[in-house]
Nanobody
Framework: QVQLEESGGGWVQAGGSLRLSCVAS???????MGWYRQAPGKQRELVAS???????DYAESVKGRCTLSRDNAKNSVNLQMNSLKAEDTATYYC????????????????WGQGTQVTVSS
């Protein structure tokens, strides 16, 4: 059974910082991990992701303000968010792409339950 345990989030004033963490379990092999967000009335969008090889991808809107780190041994990923803005307010979801078994076709995308980030201006 695949489980994604999210932590962090909360309320912060504009200019403040928050740290989101996600730990994955139950997967044979992880391909990538990252965070997406969805604001009310908007589509879910990528915030940042990192592959097993360490290649990172950031949304343009968070470049220079957010840093994604990964601990492969712990199957965890952390998103440090600094200089937060009101427009960063959203529900943030951990995403993991991984294999459930050694079969090359037995992979899928998995999502956490979401954690709320509210930035007050």
């Amino acid at each position: 059974q695949v489980q994604l345990e999210e932590s962090g989030g909360g309320w912060v004033q504009a200019g403040g910082s928050l740290r989101l963490s996600c730990v994955a379990s139950g997967l044979f092999r992880i391909v990538s991990m990252g965070w997406y967000r969805q604001a009310p009335g908007k589509q879910r969008e990528l915030v940042a992701s990192i592959t097993a090889g360490g290649n990172r991808d950031y949304a343009e809107s968070v470049k220079g303000r957010c840093t994604l780190s990964r601990d492969n041994a712990k199957n965890s990923v952390n998103l440090q968010m600094n200089s937060l803005k009101a427009e960063d307010t959203a529900t943030y979801y951990c995403n993991v792409r991984g294999y459930l078994s050694p079969s090359p076709t037995n992979w899928d995308d998995f999502w956490g339950q979401g954690t709320q980030v509210t930035v007050s201006s």
